[in-house]
């Protein structure tokens, strides 16, 4: 799907952000990306090994762009809207937890 649409809130965006992740492996490595990113960050706050804070972007963008380019087929939209697709990756990481959106989202009844 092409975004020829400016989106001016948070509110407004994310469901064309879930439109933009149909795929349930492309959800599924957003998922693990943005679970590694919590797991990395209490890591390093518990042990007081900071270093590892510099691979956050790398492990939650490396697992997020490889659920797009090799599974959903698409551009990420954070190219385009970087912290709309930020707070919408955390949006849809604790929707997917507390069950209100799907993995597989043409399972989804709303």
Known sequence: MTDSKKHQS???FYPYYLEE??????RILHFIGTGLIFVILIYAIATGNYSWLISIPFVGYGFAWVGHFF???NKPATFQYPLYSLASDFK???DLLRNKEKFNP?????
């Open 71 to 73: 599974f959903e087929k």
């Open 106 to 110: 043409k399972a989804n009844i709303h």
């Open 21 to 26: 992740h149909q795929d349930t492996t492309c």
């Open 10 to 12: 948070l509110k407004e």
């Open 92 to 94: 849809m990481f604790f």
